[in-house]
């Protein structure tokens, strides 16, 4: 595991920023003095707490990565709140944060493409993204059939993956994906 070093507080603002870049220019043409120059830190600062490019860009997309499972299951875990805006507010969370910014493509294209150097991490974030999906539509009982809750999962996050390249805001990006939740958990 790799070790974390200086404050955490300050690191949390260099990934922040390290996202922007990256998302930006791409892996291969981000550069730490380009994030460096972004966060407002010195190259040492940051060679202090990343020691190179690669884990510099692992550890920006694994924040966000767990940012927006966090979010997504917070959504699913909303009391009070009717299944159907609970399953859109958890798509919107995991899949639609950066819908109708100038980060969208750019950030798609890291997850998706960047799997050389994300290894593992991207697959897992959204199998565990599904899997909470799967969870919240079995708990409700709905609904049966013949489609399970786990298919039901799988469509929604498709429907989901789509509909982000499709539109140009994100309140259109939720719209859509009303209409897909109400179609999938339909009696």
Known sequence: MTEVRGDSHRREQVLATALTVFATFGYRKA?????????DISRPGLYFLFSNKQELFRATMRQELDTALEDARAALK?????????????????????????LSEG????????????NEMYDESRAAF???????????????????????????????????????TRHEFVEMLGVAVRVALRP
Not at 144 to 156: H, N, Y
Request: net charge negative; glycine share 12%; hydrophobic share 45%.
């Open 31 to 39: 550069s730490m003095d380009a994030v460096a120059q972004a966060a």
């Open 78 to 102: 909303t009391p009070g709140a009717e299944l159907e805006a609970r399953v859109v507010a958890a798509l919107d969370a995991y899949l639609g944060r950066y819908v109708g910014t100038h």
């Open 107 to 118: 950030v798609d294209g890291l997850l998706e493409n960047g799997a050389v150097r994300l």
């Open 130 to 168: 599904i899997d909470e999906l799967t969870e919240a539509v079995a708990a409700s009982g709905r609904p049966g059939g013949d489609v399970t809750p786990r298919q039901i999962a799988d469509v929604l996050e498709a429907a989901g993956e789509g509909w982000k390249h499709r539109v140009t």
